[in-house]
């Protein structure tokens, strides 16, 4: 798409964005709405099509579409939570890949064996495993540890049944899992509205600053 040249290519451009980061946020006000008429699957589900876009989006060129929206998550939250790894979710994901991870995932679950769990930042993941485990096979999980945080709870638990499966269930809890000695915020609409809103507010700040749709207009009109 040409770069608006005249004063009023630019205003009208300026125009479009601020609709369409203006409608953007009242989607997402709507999902309360919804959840608070009943339909708190439905408001659920949208919102984590959201995320995923903006995701997308603001992690362009990446393809990486998990990782993309895991890392949006943990990028944009105001406090540590989505980021944070999730013992068990690390043995469970490696353990469902190929290759070398099953060995990996018997790995995680020496140093971790459970049956309760505590939330742990990534470096501190990392240092109770390197207890047992090789550096190389350190580096080698360090690659996909994506997949064993709460992001990657919400996006192989929550998104993708949503996105694949006519919907996921309405909330995710954490059972035995605790974070800091108490128990951690279960993955419902409320917690993924505040990082959602701050994407918005990413993706809106470079589009208006560069007038450029998410500070590359490729991203809207070749990808």
């Known amino acids: 798409m040409p770069v608006p040249k005249t004063p009023e290519d630019i205003a009208a451009k300026h125009r479009l964005m601020t609709a369409f980061f203006d409608d953007a946020l009242a989607r997402v006000d709507f999902l309360s709405e919804l959840r608070d008429g009943g339909r708190d699957t439905e ?77 742990l930042h990534e470096t501190a993941f990392e240092g109770r495993l390197a207890v047992t485990c090789s550096p190389a096979d350190l580096s080698q999980i360090r690659g996909e540890l994506w997949r064993a945080t709460i992001g990657g709870i919400a996006y192989f638990w929550l998104r993708n049944p949503s996105v694949h499966r006519f919907g996921s ?55």
Request: proline share 8%; glycine share 6%; hydrophobic share 40%.
């Open 43 to 119: 408001a659920f589900t949208l919102c984590l099509t959201y995320v995923d876009s903006f995701s997308q989006w603001l992690l362009w060129p990446r393809e990486e579409v998990g990782r993309n929206f895991v890392e949006a998550l943990a990028t944009y939250e105001a406090s540590p939570y989505f980021g944070l790894v999730h013992p068990l979710q690390a043995i469970r994901a490696f353990g469902a890949m190929k290759g070398i991870w099953p060995s990996m995932s018997a790995l995680v679950q020496r140093a971790f064996p459970g049956p309760s769990y505590e939330l």
């Open 169 to 223: 269930s309405r909330s995710l809890s954490f059972g035995s899992t605790t974070y800091n000695g108490a128990e951690p915020e279960p993955l419902t609409l409320r917690a993924f509205l505040p990082p959602l809103r701050a994407m918005i507010g990413e993706a809106r700040k470079r589009s208006e600053t560069t007038l450029q749709w998410f500070g590359d207009d490729r991203i809207m009109f070749d990808a």
